[in-house]
T-cell receptor, first 115, second 113 residues
Framework: AQSVTQPDIHITVSEGASLELRCNYS??????LFWYVQSPGQGLQLLLK??????LVQGIKGFEAEFKRSQSSFNLRKPSVHWSDAAEYFC?????????????FGPGTSLSVIP | SQTIHQWPATLVQPVGSPLSLECTVE??????LYWYRQAAGRGLQLLFY??????ISSEVPQNLSASRPQDRQFILSSKKLLLSDSGFYLC????????????FGQGTRLTVV
């Protein structure tokens, strides 16, 4: 079945440490890929997106993500985490199977940052 | 620029009461509109989406319904709320025929008591 998975439900990192959040998808063709961030009680903000071209994409707040077709992955990275990065992170997919009309979200990864 | 408004921000309703959540988009025409629900500690579940006035697609069977009476207005309703309807409801829009990038409202926290 078509799905978006985020294997890590919760991650804790120290401030200043590097971060990688994993995302895998199971759609046949190359989908459009997104990472969103959600602060508590708020809506979702787009961090970055991949539609085509360079497989390493840069986003806001110092985040980047790399699309790896062979692994069906779109992992989010940040070289040095700040306390304000603590939030819920969602990977999302827009796929040709859904005529790109729908964006399907993964279950999310909750990030905690310790001083 | 485009903006999306969703209200109310917080709502506490008794079991069996009706529900109406409203979402409006400004600064664009013919958007695709979406309702998502986020249960506590869980991801986002797509409930309904609409590609035009009066056109509603339901993703999951449930106690809720959606309507799109105007191009930029999307309403989520229920005749009788259940405890299981509690959650965080998010409205989103996407440009019709454009790249599928979704823009979200600030959400409504619904607690059914």
């Amino acid at each position: 079945a078509q799905s978006v998975t985020q294997p890590d439900i919760h991650i804790t990192v120290s401030e200043g440490a590097s971060l990688e959040l994993r995302c895998n998808y199971s759609y046949g063709a190359t989908p459009y890929l997104f990472w969103y961030v959600q602060s508590p009680g708020q809506g979702l903000q787009l961090l970055l997106k991949y539609f085509s071209g360079d497989t390493l994409v840069q986003g806001i707040k110092g985040f980047e993500a790399e699309f790896k077709r062979s692994q069906s992955s779109f992992n989010l990275r940040k070289p040095s985490v700040h306390w304000s990065d603590a939030a819920e992170y969602f990977c999302a997919v827009g796929a040709p199977e859904t005529s790109y009309d729908k964006v399907i979200f993964g279950p999310g990864t909750s990030l905690s940052v310790i001083p | 620029s485009q903006t999306i408004h969703q209200w109310p921000a917080t709502l506490v309703q008794p079991v069996g009461s009706p529900l109406s959540l409203e979402c409006t988009v400004e600064g664009t025409s013919n958007p695709n509109l979406y309702w998502y629900r986020q249960a506590a500690g869980r991801g986002l579940q797509l409930l309904f989406y609409s590609v035009g006035i009066g056109q509603i697609s339901s993703e999951v069977p449930q106690n809720l319904s959606a309507s799109r009476p105007q191009d930029r207005q999307f309403i989520l309703s229920s005749k009788k709320l259940l405890l299981s309807d509690s959650g965080f409801y998010l409205c989103a829009w996407m440009p019709l025929g454009g790249l599928p990038e979704a823009f979200f409202g600030q959400g409504t926290r619904l607690t059914v008591v």
